[in-house]
């Protein structure tokens, strides 16, 4: 530090300035002598802080004045309705559902309006259960199209806790984030999906480890926070945090999140504690046999926390979880009425790619009850809002230079491999898928 300061004018506020070290002249470029003193740097960050706070607040007003139209579109008869078109049965989990996003919604008003006021109202985030392919992660897509807010879907068993191999908890938001298109203020009002989240129960059960369980009670721990809405920090590119490495905050105070997963077994754990099916041989055995999904559907109903706790979900993740919905299996005549009924059934979606070919798709109806009888039913592969191209093929053929007529599908095609019944000129014959 010399001993005798240097003069040099500031290129801003043009004072001349006592410069006895760096810090009195932040910024200095020796080649053209431009230079802005220390008042001035301060000046200028506390108008752009000022600003920020003033975008902020725009922003949360707007988001304000949007409330009220989004709890007269969140209405729970219209959630309900609207689901229904794409959603086959499932009336019980849609009625939860419908009543915790428009109680959410309400929330977000009142803490808005009421700020302040030392009623706060909690979260009612929500744990889903049912088994594969009933359709959890359809209800929540198309909800999240309704409300016109972020949706991201996580899978639960690939966090591990903080300091070992995998993902951190962090990633789920991160993960809302970019469905969000990188809008901070979007991404604190959307929804979050945690799936296969029975996978991260521990693996004690009810009783507490005794050794490090990161994958499973470790995870659940670290959840905690998040679910009941804190300041989250994330790294934009994914990386592991360390000082340099530029960070995004996102609040999750407002964000909806729901978790869910198959849950495989509970139901014993409902039967033991109603004192069903205790005795497993004898004369006072009960008889399990084609009413066995029945008897799921009527057990998974009664499902209570404590039960979810024996399941190996820890007390404190239970209380962050208060709405419980589950979801029934689905039978064979469900399964049919979703390959045609929804508004995007599979049959109407290969109507219209062979459509754009010039050709006519018929399913009978004696073909399609014994597809899903002989197929769907045996695999039960995401029969609600997905398909899979593969297990719907068509054999198709029209001759290659005349325009094709229309392809009629039924129930003998099942059986002994003869093709599509076809009305149509002669010609070249090609196959079309």
């Keep these: 530090m010399p001993k005798n300061p240097v003069k040099h004018q500031c290129s801003f506020c043009k004072r001349i300035i006592d410069v006895r070290d760096q810090y009195d002249m932040p910024i200095y470029d020796p080649n053209t002598g431009f230079a802005i003193c220390k008042d001035c740097v301060r000046e200028i960050n506390r108008f752009l802080d000022e600003h920020d706070a003033s975008v902020s607040s725009e922003e949360r007003t707007s988001f304000r004045m949007q409330l ?82 972020p949706f991201a879907v996580t899978d639960a068993s690939s966090l591990t806790e903080v300091g070992f191999v995998g993902a951190d908890v962090e990633v789920a938001v991160r993960n809302l984030y970019y469905a969000a298109d990188k809008d901070v203020e979007r991404a604190e009002h959307g929804i979050i999906y945690l799936d296969e989240f029975d996978k991260i129960a521990r693996k004690s059960g009810a009783n507490n480890s005794i050794t490090a369980d990161p994958g499973h009670e470790g995870v659940q721990q670290a959840l905690l926070k998040m679910l009941e809405g804190s300041v989250v920090e994330f790294t934009a590119r994914g990386q592991r945090k360390h000082p340099e490495a530029p960070t995004i905050k996102v609040d999750t105070k407002n964000i909806l999140f729901i978790v869910g997963g198959a849950f495989v077994g509970i139901e014993k754990v409902i039967s033991k504690r109603l004192k069903k099916g205790n005795v497993a041989i004898g004369f006072g055995a009960e008889v399990r046999g084609k009413d066995i999904e029945k008897e799921f559907d009527t057990l998974i109903h009664q499902v209570t926390p404590e039960d979810l706790m024996e399941y190996g979900i820890i007390p404190e993740i239970i209380g962050r979880l208060p709405v419980i919905c589950t979801l029934e299996t689905l039978d064979e005549d469900a399964l049919l009425r979703i390959l045609t009924e929804p508004i995007n059934a599979p049959v109407r979606q290969y109507e219209k790619l062979l459509a754009m070919d010039g050709v006519e798709l018929v399913f009978t109806e004696d073909a399609r009850r014994r597809k899903e009888g002989d197929r769907a039913q045996d695999r039960r592969a995401q029969p609600q809002g997905h398909h899979r191209g593969g297990h719907a093929r068509c054999d198709v053929r029209h001759p290659a230079r005349d325009r094709p007529a229309p392809c009629h599908r039924d129930e003998g095609m099942h059986h002994g491999g003869r093709g599509p019944d076809r009305r149509g000129r002669s010609g070249g014959m090609r196959n079309f898928i």
């Design 68 to 149: 009220d139209d989004v709890l007269e579109k969140t209405r729970p008869h219209l959630i309900k309705g609207y689901l229904d078109s794409y959603i086959i049965k499932q009336d019980r989990a849609k009625k939860i559902l419908a009543v915790a996003v428009y109680n959410h919604y309400k929330r977000m008003k009142y803490g808005y309006e009421k700020e302040g006021e030392e009623t706060e109202i909690e979260k009612s985030n929500v744990i889903m259960l049912g088994p594969s392919g009933c359709g959890k992660t359809a209800l929540l897509s198309h909800l999240s199209k309704l409300l016109d807010v």
